[in-house]
């Protein structure tokens, strides 16, 4: 039976014999690659388990076009990356030091050189060129395989993975490791996964259909993995091994089935960072979080800051966990920022961000590019991948879209490149996609939101005007708004 038919199986009549099927096939893979990321057997072995547990969970909720293969690489590096910044930062400095004892081996192989990088790599990707690589040289699949899978020729499907390869090999070259097609591909198949433990397949198969309280530690990995995941296209009420996932206006609540002893509550710590700022005074001065620029456009909003004569610090996602934010009158999270774990860093200290909203300040969120991260916007919104053509003008008289007087439409190849889900009943939605000549308020695009004595600006669309769209002068609109402490809403 194919991969998603034995998801179906499970997930229809609870067979565990098609779940150890799953588990047999994809083990191997899953194990190496949380061991790539963190460098060590005993932690692999737990985020593996996590991994298992998590899709036993989530089986129902998969589509039928889901490649598997391609959904369990992406949840094992999420649940890596998520033990790595969220859960045992000891680990983490630990995993550096090996990736960098493996770099700098003498050895010219390969293997060596792209090992530390091919988890990030192959994740930078867009997921139809991740599932081919998955697929083809991770799983080994013939082309005919793959072409089966993904459901194209087999024409179709060697031009897909050769590009892919090509992909990747610049994914790589950005990471300042040149490696050729051929030598890539060499050693992605012949050394990407190694065997698991002998008594790990019956651990993860008895503890993903366990019906009681799983262990603390698969807990904990679930919970920051769920964070990391958007929960999209669950139509009805569903209760899962013990999970409840509660589908009202839009908003989704995962109620696990913990133990009176496991819902309580850690206290505070300095170095928590569940830790409420301190309230956030009203300031003109801007923190720019920037991995790389956005589409290489011009002006950024750095640009359009000097411009304004506002006062800004430009920060890596690396200083997240630890920047204080509380200086800052609005924070701004710029659109298209792929690399270097940009959004993983935000999950990892999406609470942080939640509680500078709440003691005041102002976020501002340029979603594009984040599509497809599980990304979590404070107040427990979520960003559903969706490309529309088009976007409707809501709310025509707000200060951020005052530029576009007289337009009541946003044409675009992407003028959006998604929606959002669970946004609070009281939201300012200022934009949506369509139903036909009319807005599509349960697909909001543009959104301000209260949240505590903040606020939220969030936007699924890019603002420039690359493609003359129209777009661009909303960029000195919105910086200038959220700058201000005299809002739409309470004008009102």
Known sequence: MADMDLVRDYALRRSEESFATLVSRHLNMVYSVALRQVGNTHHAEEITQAVFVTLARRAGSLSRGTILSGWLFQTARLTAANFIRSEIRRTRREQQAYMQSRLDESGEDAWQKIEPLLNDAISSLAQKDRDAIVLRFIEGRELKEVAATLGITADAAKKRVARAVEKLRAAFSVRGTAVSDEALTQAIGAKAVQAAPAALMAVVITEALAKGTLPASTLSLMKGLIKMMTWT??????????????????????????????KVEKPATADSKEVIAPATKFSRQALVFRNVRSWNRKPDFEEVLTELAFKYDVKPSAEME???????????????????????????????????????????????????????????????????????????????????????????????????????????????????????????????????????????????????????????????????????GARK
Not at 240 to 257: P, R
Request: charged fraction near 20%.
């Open 233 to 262: 296209k669950i139509k009805t009420a569903v209760v899962t091994g013990g999970a409840a996932v509660l589908v009202g206006t839009g908003s989704i609540a995962v109620i696990s089935s913990l133990s009176a002893e496991q």
């Open 322 to 488: 630890n920047t204080d934010l509380a200086p800052y009158g609005f924070v701004i999270i710029p659109g298209s920022q792929p690399r270097n774990g940009y959004y993983d860093d935000y999950i990892a200290s999406a609470a942080r961000f939640d509680s500078y909203v709440k003691s005041g300040g102002t976020l501002v969120l340029e979603l594009n590019g984040a599509e497809d991260t599980g990304i979590v916007v404070p107040g427990g919104v979520t960003m559903a991948p969706h490309g529309a053509l088009d976007n409707l003008i809501i709310v025509a008289d707000h200060p951020v879209l005052a530029p576009l007087a007289g337009k009541k439409l946003i044409h675009a190849n992407y003028a959006s490149h998604g929606y959002l889900e669970g946004v609070p009943k009281e939201a300012i939605i200022l934009m949506t996609e369509t139903a036909g000549e009319q807005p599509a308020l349960d697909r909001p695009t543009f959104v301000e939101y209260r949240y505590g004595k903040g606020r939220v600006l969030a936007a699924c669309q890019c603002f420039h005007d690359r493609d003359k769209s129209g777009r661009g002068p909303l960029m000195p609109a919105l910086l200038s708004y959220a700058a201000e402490r005299d809002w739409y």
